[in-house]
Nanobody, 127 residues
Framework: QTQLVESGGGLVQPGGSLRLSCAASGFSLDQYGIGWFRQAPGKEREAVSCIDRSGGQTVYVDSVKGRFTISRDNTLNMVYLQVNSLKPEDTAVYYC????????????????????WGQGTQVTVSS
């Protein structure tokens, strides 16, 4: 079965950190670019970061630059999002998604270009 499964979310205080993981099964992740998205209550889903097939190119939305780091390990079929210096406005459900689009990525591929989506992991930043 082809699927993506996110994990690593939780409740964290402002300034805290989490490591989100995205595990792929049923397909080879190295054939896909990966995007991390988030959706807060009442808001549209937005791209946070993306990484090309090889991991050589990454993109971040301005609001997370310098705080979030995307990485991948194709040998493990895993993609990660290290989220540091968390703010209350980072509270959202975080999703990973796979796109067959080749790089280079100057911007993350549009939301409609992703073939597979995970179920999401909740990140709540609150004191």
């Amino acid at each position: 079965q082809t699927q993506l499964v996110e994990s690593g979310g939780g409740l964290v205080q402002p300034g805290g950190s989490l490591r989100l993981s995205c595990a792929a099964s049923g397909f080879s992740l190295d054939q896909y670019g990966i995007g991390w998205f988030r959706q807060a209550p009442g808001k549209e889903r937005e791209a946070v970061s993306c990484i090309d097939r090889s991991g050589g190119q990454t993109v971040y939305v301005d609001s997370v630059k310098g705080r979030f780091t995307i990485s991948r390990d194709n040998t493990l079929n895993m993609v990660y999002l290290q989220v540091n210096s968390l703010k209350p406005e980072d509270t959202a459900v975080y999703y990973c998604a796979a796109t067959p689009r080749y790089g280079p990525y100057y911007f993350c591929p549009d939301i409609g270009e992703y073939d597979f989506w995970g179920q999401g992991t909740q990140v709540t930043v609150s004191s």
